[in-house]
């Protein structure tokens, strides 16, 4: 029997809230709480674009509103994507270790021959000069008797 036409009864005492109803109250909940605790200017994949309308950087998704946005966050999509990208990046971190540096002994070499002094101009370079040829003489002809022995 139907007994909320009689009279005293009180209007708006109406029954159960349906399950969609239920679902739209739970979101809104949620998203005033996200609003309150969680700030949106820290979070990395934030953006609001030229629209006015919000952006999520990791999961290329739009959303009209900062509520939208923040039941976003919390939702699946956006979990496996953050959790995807962890992953991903521990994948990469422990490939690349700091290089170590490598210290390279600078190799002393033993100067033979005359060294150059500074004087009057040419003297220097001519008897060294000098001194080369003869060098190279005495060395093609020590090599070319050795080669015809």
């Known amino acids: 029997m139907d007994f909320q036409h009689r009279p005293g009864g009180?209007?708006?005492s109406g029954g159960v809230a349906s399950a969609s109803e239920s679902n739209r109250d739970r979101r809104e909940r949620l998203r005033q709480l996200a609003l309150e605790t969680i700030d949106i200017n820290k979070d990395p994949y934030f953006m609001k674009n030229h629209l006015g309308?919000?952006?999520c950087k990791?999961?290329?998704t739009l959303h009209n509103n900062e509520?939208?946005?923040l039941?976003?966050?919390q939702g699946k999509k956006h979990q496996t994507n953050l959790a995807r990208r962890a992953a991903k990046e521990a994948k990469e971190a422990p490939a690349q270790p700091a290089?170590?540096?490598v210290k390279v002994e600078v190799k002393k070499f033993v100067k033979i021959g005359r060294p150059g002094y500074k004087g009057e101009s040419g003297v220097a370079s001519r008897s060294l000069m000098g001194s080369a040829q003869l060098g190279c003489e005495l060395?093609?002809?020590l090599f070319s008797s050795s080669a015809h022995e």
Do not use: D, V
Request: with cysteine; charged share 20%.
């Open 10 to 12: 009180k209007t708006g």
């Open 53 to 55: 309308s919000y952006e």
């Open 58 to 60: 990791l999961c290329l």
């Open 67 to 69: 509520g939208s946005y």
């Open 71 to 73: 039941a976003h966050t």
């Open 99 to 101: 290089p170590e540096k």
């Open 139 to 141: 060395f093609i002809t």
